[in-house]
């Protein structure tokens, strides 16, 4: 049986690909990662040094042995409603990182559990670390724009006169999103302005700022099994969109991209070193006609932002692989 492992919204290209599964005539389970807690019971039972574990989802009962393959897209801890009536700010949040803790522990043995299966994105390797990919991109021959990680304003002044006053702040890690009065705000990548870098103090927090590089349009990659599936998009006048693309997306042209073979071998060296069987990749393409690496999400959307506009059928071509691995591992 093939698991997949997604988050309980804001993942519509799950349910495409199990749609895709079950119509090719497989069976699938899918798993919210934040039902651990919750709705998904699991039983572990050591006895000796046998351990024995379940889980029932649905009423039915499973065991690791029920499932040939799994598909990690995304997961999330569940908070109850009921710490909300916690007053003490302090004490919520405490309280909060007490059940992540918990279910973290559970969810990671869990996992474990699971070690010897065939993956498909791997959970330790879901939240990559920026400056090592980048590192590894320069290394397998991508370009990358130039970089720099400080906490010193000095620095900071001397980059970006370097780079003529033309450079964007952006974070290390993942993007984080915020609900402030029925509103929605998330983290994006920001031209610095003269004023934003006087204004910055002595010494601050580590920041990671990079050359802001000129484009003629980006590019968006999904790679999965070496080969690669890219969409050309080309920004509105909006001033904020030429930084983050997705701001606006769905109001981008976009365009179905052949990169260059060379490219597309050092991308595949680059998951490979990663050890990443899928992912989705950013790229700029300059008015010079170079390739500049920025990113790779092992979990990144996909569905509209490359398979739709493409017309690649990716949740099929996912379907088509775990079937085929599911297979593969039953064989043995």
Same mark, same amino acid.
């Given at each position: 049986?093939?698991?997949?492992?997604?988050?309980?919204?804001?993942?519509?290209?799950?349910?495409?690909?199990?749609?895709?599964?079950?119509?090719?005539?497989?069976?699938?389970?899918?798993?919210?990662?934040?039902?651990?807690?919750?709705?998904?019971?699991?039983?572990?039972?050591?006895?000796?040094?046998?351990?024995?574990?379940?889980?029932?989802?649905?009423?039915?009962?499973?065991?690791?042995?029920?499932?040939?393959?799994?598909?990690?897209?995304?997961?999330?801890?569940?908070?109850?409603?009921?710490?909300?009536?916690?007053?003490?700010?302090?004490?919520?949040?405490?309280?909060?990182?007490?059940?992540?803790?918990?279910?973290?522990?559970?969810?990671?043995?869990?996992?474990?559990?699971?070690?010897?299966?065939?993956?498909?994105?791997?959970?330790?390797?879901?939240?990559?670390?920026?400056?090592?990919?980048?590192?590894?991109?320069?290394?397998?021959?991508?370009?990358?724009?130039?970089?720099?990680?400080?906490?010193?304003?000095?620095?900071?002044?001397?980059?970006?006169?370097? +780079?003529?006053?033309?450079?964007?702040?952006?974070?290390?890690?993942?993007?984080?999103?915020?609900?402030?009065?029925?509103?929605?705000?998330?983290?994006?990548?920001?031209?610095?302005?003269?004023?934003?870098?006087?204004?910055?103090?002595?010494?601050?927090?580590?920041?990671?700022?990079?050359?802001?590089?000129?484009?003629?349009?980006?590019?968006?990659?999904?790679?999965?099994?070496?080969?690669?599936?890219?969409?050309?998009?080309?920004?509105?006048?909006?001033?904020?969109?030429?930084?983050?693309?997705?701001? %606006?997306?769905?109001?981008? +042209?976009?365009?179905?991209?052949?990169?260059?073979? +060379?490219?597309?071998?050092?991308?595949?060296?680059?998951?490979?070193?990663?050890?990443?069987?899928?992912?989705?990749?950013?790229?700029?393409?300059?008015?010079? %006609?170079?390739?500049?690496?920025?990113?790779?999400?092992?979990?990144?959307?996909?569905?509209?932002?490359?398979?739709?506009?493409?017309?690649?059928?990716?949740?099929?071509?996912?379907?088509?692989?775990?079937?085929?691995?599911?297979?593969?591992?039953?064989?043995?």
């Amino acid at each position: 049986m093939i698991a997949v492992i997604s988050n309980e919204s804001g993942e519509p290209s799950t349910s495409d690909v199990i749609n895709w599964i079950s119509y090719l005539g497989h069976d699938s389970l899918l798993l919210y990662g934040e039902d651990f807690g919750r709705h998904f019971n699991v039983n572990i039972a050591f006895l000796g040094k046998n351990e024995l574990a379940s889980f029932e989802l649905h009423g039915k009962v499973y065991t690791p042995d029920d499932i040939s393959i799994i598909w990690y897209r995304r997961d999330r801890t569940y908070f109850p409603e009921s710490l909300n009536d916690i007053s003490n700010d302090t004490n919520r949040e405490k309280v909060k990182r007490l059940v992540f803790n918990e279910v973290n522990v559970l969810r990671s043995h869990f996992y474990a559990l699971l070690k010897d299966k065939k993956w498909l994105s791997d959970p330790k390797k879901s939240l990559v670390n920026k400056l090592d990919v980048l590192k590894e991109a320069a290394s397998v021959g991508l370009k990358i724009p130039e970089t720099l990680v400080t906490t010193s304003k000095s620095s900071l002044i001397d980059f970006f006169q370097r +780079h003529n006053k033309n450079v964007i702040i952006k974070p290390m890690s993942e993007t984080l999103f915020y609900a402030i009065n029925d509103r929605q705000y998330s983290l994006a990548t920001h031209l610095l302005t003269d004023l934003e870098v006087e204004s910055m103090p002595e010494t601050f927090f580590p920041c990671l700022v990079q050359e802001c590089v000129v484009n003629s349009f980006e590019i968006r990659v999904f790679y999965l099994e070496g080969k690669c599936y890219s969409i050309a998009v080309f920004h509105n006048q909006n001033i904020d969109q030429q930084f983050d693309n997705r701001i %606006g997306y769905l109001d981008h +042209h976009k365009s179905c991209y052949q990169l260059p073979k +060379h490219i597309e071998t050092s991308i595949d060296m680059l998951l490979k070193n990663l050890q990443m069987e899928t992912g989705s990749l950013d790229f700029i393409r300059t008015p010079e %006609g170079e390739f500049v690496f920025l990113e790779v999400n092992p979990v990144g959307q996909f569905s509209g932002m490359v398979s739709y506009p493409g017309n690649y059928y990716l949740e099929k071509k996912i379907a088509q692989y775990l079937i085929r691995k599911s297979n593969e591992e039953k064989s043995i």
